[in-house]
T-cell receptor, first 115, second 112 residues
Framework: EAGVTQFPSHSVIEKGQTVTLRCDPI?????LYWYRRVMGKEIKFLLHFVKESKQDESGMPNNRFLAERTGGTYSTLKVQPAELEDSGVYFCASSQVGTGSYEQYFGPGTRLTVT | AQSVTQLDSHVSVSEGTPVLLRCNYSSSYSPSLFWYVQHPNKGLQLLLK??????LVKGINGFEAEFKKSETSFHLTKPSAHMSDAAEYFC??????????FGAGTTVTVRA
């Protein structure tokens, strides 16, 4: 069974540009999460989808970030325009609904560098 | 509110000796607790989880952790370190069924 995949693995962009990160969850997982780790800080929750609906986006830093999950399968996270403080590693995770174990499976992350 | 404190940012051990990674948590509810590991250039991998069953939890690769409610601790141990255990380890708490709160991470170095 394929795990959570993320694309790209690395992205280097200039301040003011736009970047779109993609996450493909494990097949059949309705829950999808985005997390972020900026340099020297803890991994922080950004948002949570159940299928195509946003359940909680309380961790999104500001309105330059837009997450979508059309059709309830893969998700994208767009940063527009990117700022220097957006640099970090963006993780995606997925889990099944109703298993009770709350276990989230993580992807390898996308390392974003804004210069 | 929930939070996690990992008491050591770096731990260095010799191969074959025990490993102890310390974690204290704060939670308003009966929490679920996890330890994840990240090897270089790899994703986060679940080592073990506590979800209100047995307080001593066994995980993969010989790791185990004990939930101590009176001490609000969830320390991770392994009796004998292997070179492949060199990685960053995260203690994680969840008092809801989705939002995870991570500790700052502990980097483990294993000396030959």
């Amino acid at each position: 069974e394929a795990g959570v995949t993320q694309f790209p693995s690395h992205s280097v962009i200039e301040k003011g540009q736009t970047v779109t990160l993609r996450c493909d969850p494990i097949s059949g997982h309705d829950n999808l999460y985005w997390y972020r780790r900026v340099m020297g800080k803890e991994i922080k929750f950004l948002l949570h989808f159940v299928k195509e609906s946003k359940q909680d986006e309380s961790g999104m830093p500001n309105n330059r970030f837009l997450a979508e999950r059309t059709g309830g399968t893969y998700s994208t996270l767009k940063v527009q325009p990117a700022e220097l403080e957006d640099s970090g590693v963006y993780f995606c995770a997925s889990s099944q609904v109703g298993t009770g174990s709350y276990e989230q499976y993580f992807g390898p992350g996308t390392r974003l560098t804004v210069t | 509110a929930q939070s996690v404190t990992q008491l050591d940012s770096h731990v260095s051990v010799s191969e074959g000796t025990p490993v102890l990674l310390r974690c204290n948590y704060s939670s308003s509810y009966s929490p679920s607790l996890f330890w994840y590991v990240q090897h270089p250039n790899k994703g986060l991998q679940l080592l073990l989880k506590y979800t209100s069953a047995a307080t001593l939890v066994k995980g993969i690769n010989g790791f185990e952790a004990e939930f101590k409610k009176s001490e609000t601790s969830f320390h991770l141990t392994k009796p004998s370190a292997h070179m492949s255990d060199a990685a960053e380890y995260f203690c994680v708490v969840s008092d809801q069924d989705y939002k995870l709160s991570f500790g700052a991470g502990t980097t483990v170095t294993v000396r030959a």
